[in-house]
């Protein structure tokens, strides 16, 4: 009971830490480029990969609890059972608002750790302002999920012994394959996105930008 407890907590805690990263990928970088300080600029990339690495273990949080049946948690409790099969136990883990809400932050995250990984050919300004304005976009929805939305919040009464079933609308293999494929196809065009406004912020909306965001553009259409 005790270790299944903790567990949320630590996946809370590293979904917090997930806020704080990137608020300092919003502000670090975007400071850096309009003072023209290298140092700064050059830490959107670390506070990149921070970012997904704590979004990474609140989400990998989440799914031990749903394989390990803590119905303490009301997400778990409500879209899951002791009898469900260990795939559609993982499956449940988008199968329901909070869920899905983690897993469009992690989507997030890494595209976000992608573009900071491939925008080596970038000018610094310009990859600065990219990843601060991907940075602002986890702000509002790591807020949303921590403050209106947490996939970790506990029965303030007993747990229940059992869940409820997943809605058997959903124990279909499609549901495993499909929320990912497309939550990767939505949020990959953020990267076209905010391109685009860091090439505004920076005045230079120009066919360099067009460039670069073509790719990703592909991508995110496959």
């Not at 979904?15 to 300092?24: E, Y």
């Not at 290298?38 to 609140?58: G, Q, T």
């Not at 992608?114 to 300004?125: Q, R, T």
């Not at 990959?188 to 073509?214: E, K, M, N, P, T």
């Amino acid at each position: 009971r005790r270790e299944k407890i903790m567990i949320a907590e630590y996946g809370l805690l590293a979904l917090i830490m997930g806020l704080v990263s990137a608020m300092a990928l919003t502000t670090i970088p975007m400071w850096g480029a309009w003072r023209g300080n290298i140092a700064a600029m050059h830490s959107a990339r670390p506070l990149s990969l921070s970012l997904f690495v704590f979004c990474a273990i609140s989400f990998a949080m989440l799914c031990i609890s749903f394989l390990s049946d803590d119905f303490s948690l009301v997400v778990v409790a409500s879209n899951s059972n002791s009898m469900l099969p260990s795939f559609y136990k993982f499956s449940a883990v988008w199968g329901n608002h909070e869920g899905s809400m983690l897993l469009w932050i992690l989507v997030l995250a890494s595209w976000t750790m992608a573009v900071a990984i491939f925008s080596s050919d970038l000018p610094v300004k310009l990859m600065a302002r990219v990843l601060a304005v991907m940075g602002s976009i986890s702000i509002g929805f790591i807020s949303f999920s921590i403050f209106t939305s947490n996939p970790f919040a506990r029965h303030l009464a007993s747990a229940p012994l059992d869940g409820q079933e997943l809605n058997p609308l959903l124990q279909d293999i499609g549901m495993i394959i499909h929320p990912p494929l497309l939550n990767m196809g939505y949020v990959a065009f953020a990267s076209a996105i905010v391109s685009a406004i860091a090439a505004l912020l920076g005045g230079r909306l120009d066919a360099a930008w067009a460039r670069w965001c073509r790719p990703w553009a592909n991508v995110a259409w496959s």
